[in-house]
């Protein structure tokens, strides 16, 4: 598999934010799946210009309806369970570390623990 792309910014930042810091390491991607909060056409020109397919449905004020693999987005929902467990560990969820480092460190941890039961 290919390696998974981390980045973090303060809970107050926009995706659209979050998605410009996000592109500069998604260089070996195929795919990226993302809900409809990233869902701006100079982010998908951004993607295709990458050879990364975007797999984002569009938002509902968008006049005309963008196409997406609607199979591999159900495979989102995977993610949203991974990150509703991971909130149930209270470090997690309120972001008690302020240090990127700590906190990716305690994911990590809550994550291991999580698979193992």
Do not use: H, N
Request: with cysteine; aromatic share 14%; glycine share 6%.
């Amino acid at each position: 598999g290919r390696p998974l792309s981390f980045f973090m910014t303060a809970g107050q930042i926009s995706d659209y934010t979050g998605a410009s810091a996000l592109l500069d390491s998604l260089s070996m991607a195929q795919w990226l799946l993302a809900d409809r909060g990233y869902d701006a056409d100079w982010f998908r020109d951004a993607l295709e210009e990458k050879g990364i397919r975007p797999c984002i449905p569009g938002r509902r004020s968008r006049g005309r309806p963008v196409k997406y693999d609607r199979q591999k987005y159900k495979r989102r929902s995977r993610i949203e369970i991974m990150f509703g467990r991971l909130k149930d560990w209270r470090r997690v969820a309120t972001r008690y570390d302020r240090c990127p480092t700590v906190f990716f460190s305690a994911i990590c941890l809550a994550a291991t623990v999580i698979f193992w039961l």
